[in-house]
């Protein structure tokens, strides 16, 4: 099922100079104001994310719908207020035919994965640029210009840059 006319999938990410995005569940830095763009950008939109994202945060968060992709067809979230309303699907194109039923865009989340299998299926990203060169094991897929992508917007904060992408 397609998404409804107007509906986007918009890759949301915060990474590193060396590419790096994690280092297993967790985020290898803490930046202030990063996450609360985050949530300023995805606010009223629907999350999708994996399973282990969605286990590093706990919860849904507020003001959103949360959709987890696992291999795991039996997986449920842990309780906790609002998980009885998460969306548990097991492929990208069951993921898409349950945003097509949401509100707002689809706001991809992570992890490493989800963001590759979702980039073909991507209008746009968003990009948190942090400067810095952590370790870790979970890069951002790559994404050259040339494959369609073309820079639309740059926005400045203190500690890193949000850069936007549409698909040309």
């Known amino acids: 099922m397609p998404l409804p006319d107007g509906t986007r999938v918009v890759l949301v990410a915060a990474v590193a100079r060396n590419g790096v995005i994690g ?13 609360r763009t985050f949530k300023q950008l995805t606010t009223g ?26 291999r795991d067809p039996a997986w449920r979230p842990a309780p906790a207020p609002g998980s009885e309303d998460v969306l548990v699907v097991t492929s990208v194109a069951d993921a898409l035919a349950a945003a097509a039923g949401t509100q707002g865009d689809l706001m991809v989340a992570g992890g490493g994965s989800v963001y590759t299998a979702l980039l073909e299926h991507a209008d746009a990203q968003v990009l948190t640029e942090v400067p810095l060169d952590p370790p870790g094991d979970v890069r951002y897929p790559a994404f050259p210009p040339r494959d369609g992508w073309v820079e639309t917007g740059r926005e400045p904060f203190e500690g890193f840059t949000r850069v936007t992408y549409e698909r040309a």
């Not at 939109?45 to 696992?70: A, D, F, K, N, Q």
Request: net charge negative; no cysteine; aromatic share 6%.
């Open 23 to 35: 280092d297993g569940p967790d985020i290898p830095w803490s930046v202030p104001g990063e996450q």
């Open 45 to 70: 939109h629907t999350l999708l994310m994996g399973r282990t994202t969605y286990e590093s945060i706990g919860r849904p968060l507020p003001g959103r719908t949360t959709i987890v992709l696992t």
